[in-house]
Nanobody, 123 residues
Framework: QVQLVESGGGSVQAGGSLRLSCAAS????????MGWFRQAPGKDREFVAG???????TYADSAKGRFTISRDNFKNTVALQMNSLKPEDTAVYYC?????????????????WGQGTQVTVSS
C-alpha cells in the first residue's frame, strides 16, 4: 500500500505561481512512477506531468514550459511547480503512483491516488 497526501493548492491570479507537493508513504514508495493529474468540473481527469523513479519526466502539452515536476526519493515527495498560471488551469489536482518503470499518461494505469487539492486561477 502507498498513501499519498497533496498540499499546496489555493487561489491565485492569472500569471501567478503555485507549488503543489505530494508526500508518499508506504511500501517502496520511491519505486513508483509518479504523476500529477487534474480534473475540472464536468471534464475527465487528465494527465499533467509525470516522473519516473529515475527522474525521467513527461509533460502534457498544456504544461510544457510552465510546469516542472520533481521528486525527492529520500523524502518520498513529489512536487509540481506551476508558473504562468491561466484560468484554464483551474481544477482539482491529484497526485498518483504507478508501479511502472516509465511514466504513463492514462489514469486507469495508476495504482494509488491522493485526495486532491483545489487550484483556482482567476483572470
Amino acid at each position: 500500500q502507498v498513501q499519498l497526501v497533496e498540499s499546496g493548492g489555493g487561489s491565485v491570479q492569472a500569471g501567478g505561481s503555485l507549488r503543489l507537493s505530494c508526500a508518499a508513504s508506504g511500501r517502496t514508495a520511491s519505486s513508483y512512477a509518479m504523476g500529477w493529474f487534474r480534473q475540472a468540473p464536468g471534464k475527465d481527469r487528465e494527465f499533467v506531468a509525470g516522473i519516473s523513479w529515475s527522474g525521467g519526466t513527461t509533460y502534457a502539452d498544456s504544461a510544457k514550459g510552465r510546469f516542472t515536476i520533481s521528486r525527492d526519493n529520500f523524502k518520498n515527495t513529489v512536487a509540481l511547480q506551476m508558473n504562468s498560471l491561466k484560468p484554464e488551469d483551474t481544477a482539482v489536482y491529484y497526485c498518483a503512483a504507478d508501479f511502472s518503470r516509465v511514466v504513463r499518461v492514462v489514469p486507469i494505469d495508476y495504482d494509488y491516488w491522493g485526495q486532491g487539492t483545489q487550484v483556482t486561477v482567476s483572470s
